[in-house]
């Protein structure tokens, strides 16, 4: 995890320099909501782009090692009762199981009707298929009773929790949530958390400092 508080020292140290700016708690809590959201969401588009470049897995392979290492913490296993995936941080589905650890597999709507109509393809249980009907809800063929699955889950919200005293915002740990990133994460969160701040703020050279930031801290990742 990274520390929510180090995160926001931070931020205001660069944002407030020369006292041209200042980010209020409530505005912080959402850029950093943002940024994290951004950072996890290109994990997965990364790891699909170096994944793609069978020349260059050796190449890669420290790359692709890292990003599933910052994504491992939020693989987690859920029942699907009904068809509905039990989980409520449902971010993204993985592979799904039927009873036997028999693996089912997904199809898109569009070819169900050929599938189910085929001799050659028509589902058993021993080689079931499912489609997606809503965001966290299948329907297998055929109707299995005891099926679970592998999912990322979100990441829960970051907020830097505080109370008011003589009319100063002062950090309150126990209602403060960290980001759930991986540690190495702290700068680029710092960087886009600049980034967003710059612009609510109309500071250009705070939203150009953290852009700039940004980019050399992506481009150190990629060497």
Not at 133 to 146: F, G, K, V, Y
Not at 179 to 197: C, M
Request: proline letters at 4%; one cysteine or more; charged letters at 25%.
């Amino acid at each position: 995890m990274v520390s929510i508080d180090t995160v926001y020292q931070k931020v205001l140290t660069f944002a407030n320099k020369e006292q041209r700016g200042y980010i209020t708690p409530q505005e912080f809590n959402l850029f950093a909501d943002q940024a994290q959201n951004e950072i996890f969401e290109q994990y997965f588009y990364d790891l699909n782009q170096y994944s793609r470049n069978p020349e260059g897995t050796e190449e890669y392979s420290d790359i692709i090692s890292n990003i599933n290492e910052k994504i491992v913490p939020f693989e987690k296993t859920s029942n699907i009762i009904s068809g509905v995936i039990s989980a409520n941080d449902l971010y993204r589905l993985g592979t799904v199981v039927s009873e036997g650890y028999i693996r089912v597999e997904e199809v898109q709507q569009d070819k169900i009707y050929y599938i189910l109509n085929s001799p050659l393809t028509k589902p058993t249980f021993d080689r079931p298929i499912y489609i997606r009907t809503s965001a966290n809800s299948i329907t297998t063929h055929p109707n299995l009773t005891d099926v679970t699955c592998n999912y990322i889950k979100k990441p829960e919200k970051p907020n830097w929790g505080y109370v008011v005293l003589d009319g100063k915002a002062m950090f309150d740990s126990i209602n403060a949530s960290n980001f759930e990133l991986h540690p190495s994460e702290e700068n680029e969160l710092v960087y886009k958390i600049l980034k967003f701040a710059g612009i609510t703020i109309k500071q250009d050279y705070v939203a150009k400092a953290g852009a700039t930031l940004e980019q050399s801290q992506v481009q150190q990742e990629k060497q």
